[in-house]
C-alpha cells in the first residue's frame, strides 16, 4: 500500500491525539497541527494524501484551511470535524470543496470510514488536461517566458489560484516579475473585466499612502481640498496589487489587517464605514517572517496575506529559460527600434550565460535593449553588452558594478548571503547529525523554533531523507 499521509487539524489537544491513535492503527502516518496557519505552512512544504480539520478554531476557521487547501492542493480530500453541527454549516463545507462532515463526538469506525472512502475518490487534479495542454504546447504563460521546472512551477500556482478569491503573496528578489504575476492572476480570475490596480507602497509618504488607500472626505486634514475616492474602492470588484508592502506601517498594517476581516473601509476623516470587494494581491522583496521577528511587520496581518504564496525564482536559477529571453527581447527590440539582429556572437552568449544577474530578468531585459541599440553588426558583440566586469570577466555578483541603488542593494544582500550560506549549512547539518536527523529535536538544541529551522532548511535546499539515505 502507498504511504498515506494525514494532516489533523484541531487546536484540541485531545481531539488530536484520539485522532492520531485512530488512523495510525490503521496503518496511517499521521501529522498534527495546533492551527490552521501551520497547518498551512506545512502543506506548503509537504504533500499529504488527506486532511481532517475542525471547523471552530481561534485565528484561522477551518473553513478557510479548507479553501487555501482547494488551491494549495486541490486534489486533497478535507473532512471538516465540528461539535457545532448545523445543516448550514454542513452545506456551506461541502459547496466549498469538502468531502464530507462529521460531529462530535465521533466513533472511531465513523472516522475510518469516512477516510477510506475520501481516499478511494481522491483525483489528481494537478495534473487535468487543461494544465498539461497550457503548459506542454507553449514556451510561456502570459508575458512571461520560460519553461524551466521552476518557472512551471510558478505557471502552475498561477492556473491553481486564479479562479479563486484567495489573498496572494508573491516573493521575489527585485526585477523577477511579481506585478506580471499579479496581473496574470487577474487576468485568469473572474475579476478579469473589472479594474486591477496597482500601488508601489515604496512611492508614497505614509500619509500620502493611508489617503490613497483608504481615501478622504474634504477638510480631514491641511490640503484635503476635496474628497477623493480611496483605490481600495476604485478596485471594487477588482484586484489590488500592493507592491513592497513591507515598507508599509505599522498603523497602516492594523487598518489593513481590519480591512481583510471586515471588507470595509473608513475614508480619513469620514464616519462611515463602506463596503468593498476586492481581491487583494501583495508582493515583497524582503522576508516577512524576518520582519515579524524584528517587530517592524504583523504576525497577524502576515498570516492573512499569507494564505497562498507564490515564491518567483531569480535568473540565476532558472538560466535554462536564458535563451528563451533572450530571443524574446531581442525580436521585441529590434522590431521597436527597426533594427535586423540576428542574435548574438558566441563570446556574447557565453558572457551572459556566466552572469549572475542581480538584478534578475529586468536587468537582462536592459542589457539586450542597450545592445540592439549599440550593435553595429547584425550580431551582438560582448562589448555591446557592457556588463562592466571588473578583474576576470565572468566572477558573476562580486565581479559586477550596480547601476543604481536599487541594484547596489540587492548585490550587496547577495554578496552577504553566499558568505553566509556556508556556515549555514554546516551549522543546521551538524545539528542533524548530532540529533540523529530528528528536525525537531535539532532545532531545540540550537535554540531555533522548529519552524525556523525549517524554513532554514528549505532556504538552503536540505533534505533530510537524501542526507539520511547519502
Known amino acids: 500500500m502507498e ?29 498534527t497541527s495546533a492551527s490552521g496557519q501551520i ?101 510561456g504563460f502570459d508575458l512571461f517566458v520560460g519553461e524551466s521546472k521552476e518557472i512551471q512551477k510558478v505557471y502552475r500556482r498561477i492556473i491553481q489560484v486564479a479562479p479563486t478569491d484567495s489573498t496572494v503573496l508573491i516573493t521575489g528578489e527585485s526585477g523577477t516579475g511579481k506585478e506580471l504575476v499579479a496581473r496574470a492572476i487577474h487576468n485568469h480570475s473572474n475579476r478579469r473585466e473589472n479594474p486591477f490596480v496597482a500601488v508601489d507602497c515604496t512611492s508614497l509618504a505614509e500619509n500620502l499612502l493611508e489617503s490613497e488607500l483608504f481615501g478622504h472626505v474634504k477638510g480631514s486634514f491641511t490640503g484635503a481640498i476635496q474628497t477623493k475616492t480611496g483605490l481600495f474602492k476604485v478596485a471594487d470588484g477588482g484586484t489590488l496589487f500592493l507592491d513592497e ?14 480591512v481583510l476581516q471586515e471588507r470595509e473601509i473608513t475614508p480619513i476623516g469620514g464616519t462611515q464605514p463602506v463596503p468593498i470587494d476586492i481581491r487583494l494581491v501583495a508582493a515583497t522583496n524582503k522576508n516577512l517572517r524576518t520582519l515579524v521577528a524584528q517587530g517592524t511587520f504583523r504576525e497577524d496581518l502576515f498570516f492573512r496575506l499569507n494564505i497562498i504564496p507564490i515564491d518567483l525564482p531569480p535568473l540565476r536559477e532558472r538560466k535554462g529559460d536564458l535563451p528563451l529571453l533572450i530571443a524574446f527581447f531581442l525580436k521585441k527590440f529590434s522590431e521597436e527600434m527597426g533594427r535586423e539582429i540576428r542574435g548574438l556572437a558566441p563570446d556574447a552568449m557565453a ?95 540550537t535554540g ?21 539515505n547519502s
Open 351 to 445: 558572457l551572459l550565460e556566466d552572469y549572475t544577474f542581480p538584478g534578475n530578468v529586468r536587468e537582462l531585459e536592459n542589457i539586450i535593449e542597450r545592445a540592439v541599440v549599440l550593435a553595429e553588426e547584425d550580431l551582438i558583440q560582448k562589448e555591446d553588452l557592457e556588463l562592466r566586469l571588473s578583474g576576470s570577466e565572468g566572477t558573476g555578483v562580486a565581479a559586477y558594478v550596480p547601476q543604481n541603488v536599487e541594484e547596489l542593494k540587492e548585490t550587496k544582500r547577495q554578496i552577504r548571503e553566499r558568505a553566509v550560506e556556508p556556515i549555514e549549512k554546516a551549522f543546521v547539518l551538524q545539528a542533524l547529525k548530532r540529533n540523529n536527523w530528528n528536525i525537531t529535536r535539532a532545532a531545540e538544541e
Open 3 to 31: 504511504n498515506i499521509d494525514v494532516l489533523v487539524v484541531d487546536d484540541e489537544a485531545v481531539i488530536r491525539e484520539g485522532l492520531r491513535r485512530i488512523l495510525e492503527k490503521e496503518g496511517f502516518h499521521v501529522e
Open 39 to 139: 497547518a498551512l505552512e506545512r502543506m506548503q512544504e509537504e504533500n499529504f494524501s488527506l486532511v481532517i480539520t475542525d471547523l471552530k478554531m481561534p485565528g484561522m476557521s477551518g473553513m478557510e484551511v479548507l479553501k487555501a487547501i482547494k488551491v494549495l492542493q486541490p486534489e486533497v480530500p478535507v473532512i471538516i470535524i465540528t461539535g457545532f453541527s448545523t445543516v448550514d454549516t454542513a452545506v456551506e463545507a461541502m459547496k466549498n470543496g469538502a468531502f464530507d462532515y462529521i460531529a462530535k463526538p465521533f466513533t472511531p469506525e465513523q472516522i475510518t470510514e469516512k477516510v477510506r472512502k475520501a481516499l478511494d475518490q481522491r483525483a489528481v487534479l494537478i495534473e487535468n488536461i487543461f494544465l498539461k495542454k497550457e503548459l506542454g504546447e507553449h514556451h
Open 245 to 258: 508592502i513591507s515598507n508599509i506601517s505599522l498603523t497602516t498594517q492594523a487598518k489593513l489587517l481590519r
Open 448 to 468: 531555533m523554533l522548529r519552524p525556523n529551522f525549517q524554513a532554514l532548511l528549505k532556504k538552503l535546499r536540505i533534505s533530510v531523507r537524501s542526507q539520511m
